[in-house]
């Protein structure tokens, strides 16, 4: 309740300081706030069936500034969503924090010096729903991420950009102390000695490397809008082989001024996050997918 009462008033914040700078002629502000809806019922359904409702919350604000050579982008995306199947506890679909700023300052026609800054989180704790729903395996600020690094933009129209920043630093933040003593999200974990005390581990990890971001965003049919956002991150401390990959895909098909279909998927790798059998041994990275369609009704202001 707190998390969702967070992302309301974090919602309206957004949009108050948005309708404030969307006056200044130098600003260009849009927002969309959507929610989305699935559902199904049965009675006396000899085949068999849960009574089953999805619902998520959306939000997206891109607020950028330009002025001479100089501009400033801002995006903005949150998500929180719950699956309720016939009397279950509700289950969590859906939960997302995620912020990209980035100056840039134009070099020639179409590329730029940047600095990029980059914050990943979530709102609401989450459970791993294979095993039980009592024990917490995330949480808001376990783990979040934070970059920031210069670089270079490449942006040949307004549907397309590539940055690429050689020397990012980034943070692994694990505010949850259970959490990081495991060594969840790539930290190390706590040690114990041969007195069995416990040095407990730290809850941030440093990683210095180099990051690619990319982007595209167009109508590519009539009423059919595709976007995509591509992001990699090779750790030079340590393997540098191994690239961190988050690739997200949103199709909206707009059905009228207000009513949507959403198709929206994320594939993450990240060879820091180790995963565990049914036995509770650890069998390495794997790579994650996520995947849904949704009837939305939008707002665009």
Sequence with gaps: MKKASLLLILMASLTFVSGQTDTTKNWTVK????????????SNWSAGGENTVATVGKYTLNADYVKGNNKWTNWISLALGYSYIGDNKPMKTDDKIEFISAYGHNLS?????????????????????KVDSTTIISKFLAPATVDIGPGIEYTPDKYFYANFSPVTARWTIVNDQRLADLGSFGLDPATVNDQGDTTHAKKVKTMFGGKLLMGYKRDIFENVNFGTKLELFSDYLNNPQNIDVNWQVAIVLKVNSWLNVNITSELIYDNDVIFKND??????????????MMLGIGLNF
Excluded at 31 to 42: D, E, G, K, R, V
């Design 31 to 42: 927002n969309n706030l959507s929610i989305n809806f699935a559902q199904s019922y049965f």
């Design 109 to 129: 026609e179409h590329w730029f010096a940047t600095v990029v800054l980059t914050f990943k989180s979530q709102f609401a704790k989450g459970y791993d729903y």
């Design 279 to 292: 036995a509770g041994l650890p069998i390495g990275p794997r790579t994650q997918f996520n995947e849904n």
